[in-house]
Each structure stands twice: as C-alpha cells, then as structure tokens.
C-alpha cells in the first residue's frame, strides 16, 4: 500500500517539474503541490526508490522560485515573505517570513510571529521564541528539545519526528499526525487531544500526558510508561510494543491489536478486556505469556488473583504472573 502511495506520489512531483519547466504551472496546482512538498519526507525517507525521490525533492525545490506569484497568491502574502533556503541568521533579529522552503533555525530569533510553514526541518533549541501560534505545518524534523513554553496551538502536521523532550511546552492541541517518532518523554506536554496517527514510535513517558483522545494508531512502539490520568479511549492498534507499566488510565482501553508485547502491571490486566491479538503480554517484570494463555481471562471481573484461587490458568502461567512470597519480598 506504502509503495503504491510512493509511486503516486513520485509521478505526481514529476508533473510538477514539467509543468514549471514548460511554464503550465497554475494557481490551481498549488495546493496539491503544498501538500505533497509536506509528505515529502514520509517518501523520502521510507521507500525503496528514495535515492529518486530525493532527487526529485531536490529538482522541484530549485524550480520553485519560478512560481513564487503563484505560491504567494495561495498563502496571500507578498512574495518577500517567501524563502527558497534554509533560514539560519547568525545574530538576534525577528524572523520575516511566513513560508520557508528550507530548514528554519530559530535558536537566534527573538520573533517568528508570522511563520506558517517550514518545508524542511525546524529546530527551536535554545530558542528565545515563545509565540509560533500561527505555524501549522513543518515537513521534515520539528526540534523543540528543552525548547521553553512556546505557543503552538495550530500546529497540525509534522512530516517527520517531533522532539519535545525535556520542552516547557504545555499543549499541542491541533497537532493530528507525525510521520516518523514523536517523543514527549519528560516534557510538561498533557494534551495532544487532536493526535490521531503516528507513523513511528510514541514516547510519552515520565510526561504528564493526559489528553490523547482522538489517538488511533502507532505503526511502531508506543511507550505511556509512568503517566497519569491518561485518556486514550480510541487506540486501537500498536505494530511493535505497547508499555503502560506505573500508569493510570482514566477509562477501558478500545486496544485491539498488538503486534508485539504488550507490557503492563497485573491490575491492569482488566482494562484490556477488548484486546484480540497480542505475540505476548508481559506482567510486571516477570516472563512475557504467550497471549492465547491470558485471552480467556482478560475480563474486568476477573483478577490474576482470583484466577489462582480458581486453579483456572496453568500453574506455570500463574507463577509467570505472581512470583514467590519470597521473591516478593526481595522485590
């Protein structure tokens, strides 16, 4: 299906090319053109044909200032506020433009008030920028590692990873989907409530995330390891691991699928009564059980105690899941 969608994509970055060189580019193709030059990382970087599609990127993004009225026209702006490169000023100055075709570096940026779109990385490191409210796309890496409490509630797409560790960042409450990993692993992020795929890995640990509503799908690793109060009453689906080790969910899990281990507490056992395929589940620190040995049991009125009492699990699943008194105690 990804390779199709490549292909697709490949063949239209191609008609763009033609049409720029052969002057039959129109306002009509900018949009598409817009959204493409987002997703372009998702191809450039996951396909067995990238070496062309980067060099596709590469030709279209030396085209481009050709349509830059065009361009304009679309995000209603003045054609000064269109960058073709990368924006990395080296003093303090505030950022000018609204649309960078390049990676945008705003460690040195005292303002960015006006950007909207960065196709290409945008790293925000040490950045003295607290207001990008009116950002809502960012094709490549968005950098907000140890970034203070900047304001981005309109954004809604990053095309590759997004890195808000250690970020003073409260919300990100528009953001819908990231291409690659998005980590929020020790920031003060507690909403995401708009998130609904990602297309890598999910680390929220030791976060307070909290809202994570809308969530569906995960097609790597999702780690919500050590949160509170979380609410993600619509994922349904996790390709490698899923740890909810230490947290708190407010409500039942729609989980339906894991494809690898699903690694948990054992008085959590009860809120993935809906799960229908799993490789493992492991409990605690012990063993992963086979999930076909647990799938019977995984019932909301039934806890792994009750189910020794009961002599309704093999003994050799039950030792998996509550060690030795003696083994307690050295715990």
Wanted: aromatic fraction near 10%.
């Amino acid at each position: 299906m990804f390779c199709e969608l490549s292909n697709e994509w490949n063949i239209r970055m191609k008609n763009y090319i033609e049409k720029i060189q052969n002057n039959t580019f129109i306002s009509e193709d900018v949009f598409s053109l817009i959204y493409d030059l987002n997703h372009a990382s998702m191809y450039k970087y996951k396909n067995y044909n990238s070496t062309e599609n980067i060099y596709l990127i590469n030709t279209l993004y030396s085209l481009l200032p050709n349509v830059k009225k065009e361009i304009s026209e679309f995000f209603c702006i003045s054609e000064d506020k269109i960058l073709f490169g990368n924006y990395d000023p080296q003093k303090e100055e505030d950022c000018p433009y609204t649309v960078i075709f390049g990676n945008a570096n705003l460690k040195y940026a005292k303002s960015a008030d006006d950007l909207k779109c960065v196709f290409g990385s945008l790293i925000c490191f040490e950045s003295n920028v607290t207001n990008l409210s009116n950002l809502w796309s960012v094709s490549d890496d968005a950098i907000f590692y140890k970034s203070k409490n900047i304001k981005i509630d309109n954004l809604s797409f990053i095309g590759r990873n997004g890195n808000f560790q250690y970020s003073k960042i409260e919300s990100i409450p528009k953001l819908e989907e990231v291409g690659y990993d998005l980590v929020t692993c020790n920031s003060n992020i507690s909403n995401a409530s708009s998130l609904k795929i990602v297309h890598g890995n999910l680390n929220c640990s030791y976060s307070p995330m909290q809202k994570l509503t809308n969530l569906e799908t995960v097609k790597l690793g999702a780690n919500f390891k050590n949160t509170n109060n979380l609410e993600i009453p619509n994922l349904i689906y996790v390709k490698w691991e899923a740890d909810f080790r230490n947290s708190t969910i407010k409500k039942d899990l729609n989980l339906k699928e894991v494809d690898g281990n699903l690694v948990i507490n054992k008085n959590q056992l009860h809120l993935f009564k809906n799960l229908q395929k799993a490789q493992t589940i492991q409990i605690d620190d012990k063993k992963p059980i086979p999930f076909r040995d647990l799938a019977p049991y995984m019932d909301k009125n039934i806890s792994p105690l009750l189910l020794m009492k009961a002599n309704k699990v093999k003994s050799t699943v039950i030792n998996k899941i509550k060690s030795p008194k003696t083994n307690d105690r050295q715990q």
